[in-house]
């Protein structure tokens, strides 16, 4: 007891000349609680001529330690044996190792899952994904005829135009045909502008006459046949069979599905018999003739389309229907014979 107190008055000592040390502060603290037991922690502080700044750095390092606990009374501080709190501070550290050996258990689990389950059937998905460019034009047209060979249930293609030639054409007739025969689907989609000329309006005929599925747009956006939704080619505009890029896998052809999907509901069916629109005479209707006058007038379809309150579309038709009916190759000769037939 005799050597508490000594420490205790070292340490009032110390304070007194300039502040002892956290390790001393905290020691004499100790050692006070150990010889008088349970008190309030600025009783304690004031028996040993602390101040309230000094003690405070003393207590931090016994809570710190695990050497103190609660007194008798709830204002009131004790100590612990060094010992208890040896053994204390070993079990939270067993406590934390468990825990930390649980979550290293469950990292090692997920990480089995995500490379024996989730991985592989990524790579799968990745390894059926290929993009060729093929640049040979045998390649090429020979490639057309092996996509038909193996397509189970349909082709898809969109043109924005010009047609090829003739013998290109004669041998996308006989291919449709075959596929059709075997009873795949055949879709197309082209360019109102492809139903301006005598030789593509027939190609078109011809083609819808097959059993084809037919439709005009406005705009195609590039030239694209997709076969059985897993297999896209994107053909480079040239006056035959020229370069491609084949993508192959649903992974990426699926995008070139849905963007003709989308273009295939926003074009028009294509008719080979005339429209409606005409007058029962065979003459021109109101709406051609003055979609005529316009065009003779060099305004742009946009321009024709607000002159008349109509859309773009209805424009790009009437001017379809008034070249199909007057049998004229481009715009400027449809012009040409309205004005020789007194149309406009």
């Known amino acids: 007891m005799a050597g508490g107190e000594e420490r205790g008055k070292d340490v009032a000592n110390s304070a007194r000349q300039g502040g002892p040390d956290a390790p001393d502060i905290a020691l004499a603290l100790y050692q006070a609680l150990r010889m008088h037991g349970s008190a309030p922690p600025a009783k304690t502080a004031a028996s040993l001529g602390l101040t309230e700044a000094q003690a405070e750095v003393g207590w931090s390092e016994l809570r710190q330690l695990g050497l103190l606990r609660a007194g ?101 007739l006989e291919q449709d045909r075959g596929l059709l025969a075997r009873g795949i689907r055949v879709r197309a989609i082209y360019s109102q502008s492809n139903n301006s000329a005598p030789r593509q309006r027939k190609y078109l005929a011809d083609l819808a006459a097959t059993g084809a599925e037919v439709r005009l747009t406005q705009q195609v956006p590039f030239d694209l046949l997709i076969a059985d939704s897993h297999t896209a080619v994107v053909l480079h505009p040239s006056d035959g069979w020229g370069p491609a890029v084949v993508v192959r896998g649903p992974a990426l052809v699926r995008s070139y599905v849905a963007m003709y999907e989308d273009c295939w509901l926003r074009s028009l069916p294509y008719s080979a018999k005339p429209s409606n629109s005409f007058e029962a005479d065979g003459e021109l209707t109101e709406q051609h003739r003055t979609t005529l006058r316009l065009l003779a007038n060099g305004l742009t379809d946009e321009r024709i389309a607000r002159k008349l309150g109509v859309s773009l579309r209805t424009v790009s038709r009437l001017v379809s229907e008034v070249m199909r009916d007057l049998q004229a190759e481009s715009r400027f000769q449809a012009g040409v014979f309205a004005a020789n037939r007194g149309l406009i």
């Open 72 to 172: 008798g009374n709830a204002e009131e501080v004790d100590s612990v044996e060094p010992d208890t709190a040896l053994m204390e501070l070993l079990a939270r550290q067993r406590e934390a190792l468990r825990a930390q050996s649980d979550e290293l258990s469950s990292v090692v689990t997920t990480a089995e899952v995500l490379i024996d389950r989730y991985r592989p059937a990524v790579l799968r998905e990745t390894a059926e994904i290929e993009v060729e460019l093929v640049t040979n034009r045998n390649r090429a047209r020979q490639l057309t005829f092996d996509l038909d060979a193996a397509t189970n249930k349909s082709v898809s293609s969109m043109h924005p135009g010009p047609l090829a030639p003739a013998e290109i054409l004669s041998a996308s």
